[in-house]
């Protein structure tokens, strides 16, 4: 009898744990995606990056990662240009109590582009901000960042295609 038991325990117990394994009702196949541009600290942490930028410096390099999200890294080079987006800086500025102004041209170099190489997720933009040209006074300053063009073979994010770097000066 105890054996008979265990006997029926056992098949109870395989027969509801397979039964799990058909559910496909709930199963998103992720292998078909396509490529999407991102920005991962945005996706990761926040809209707002803090970059410090040292007052006596001529030029302070920070970087800024973009990623590309897929199931498996590109198999080509993929070309991600970015601008400086007033309109996000606008956008963000209704959601805070204390509004960003927006750098100064003078006041940094952006590339327009980053190229992501094939096999690689990351490619990194190294934004140059010139100390010297930094106001000291009228801020606080920030420099948004928008992902604006991509190949066709790749998305924009919806939801992380934007950084706001808000420039902190220290002596």
Do not use: W
């Not at 991962?40 to 707002?48: D, K």
């Not at 198999?75 to 750098?103: C, F, H, R």
């Amino acid at each position: 009898m105890n054996n008979f038991l265990k006997v029926v325990v056992a098949a109870s117990v395989a027969i509801s744990l397979s039964s799990c394994l058909k559910d496909d009702e709930h199963f998103v196949d992720f292998a078909g995606s396509g490529y999407v541009a991102e920005i991962p600290y945005v996706a990761n942490r926040s809209i707002l990056k803090r970059d410090t930028v040292s007052l006596g410096a001529a030029s302070t390099v920070r970087p800024l990662d973009i990623n590309i999200a897929s199931p498996n890294p590109p198999t080509e080079a993929i070309q991600v240009g970015v601008v400086v987006d007033p309109a996000a800086l606008t956008a963000y500025n209704k959601t805070i109590a204390k509004p960003y102004t927006l750098l100064p041209a003078t006041a940094y170099q952006l590339p327009a582009s980053v190229t992501i190489n094939p096999g690689n997720r990351i490619g990194t933009i190294n934004i140059s901000y010139v100390g010297g040209q930094v106001p000291t006074t009228g801020g606080p300053y920030a420099l948004p960042v928008t992902i604006q063009s991509v190949p066709s073979n790749v998305i924009i994010s919806a939801n992380y295609r934007t950084q706001i770097l808000a420039v902190v000066m220290v002596k």
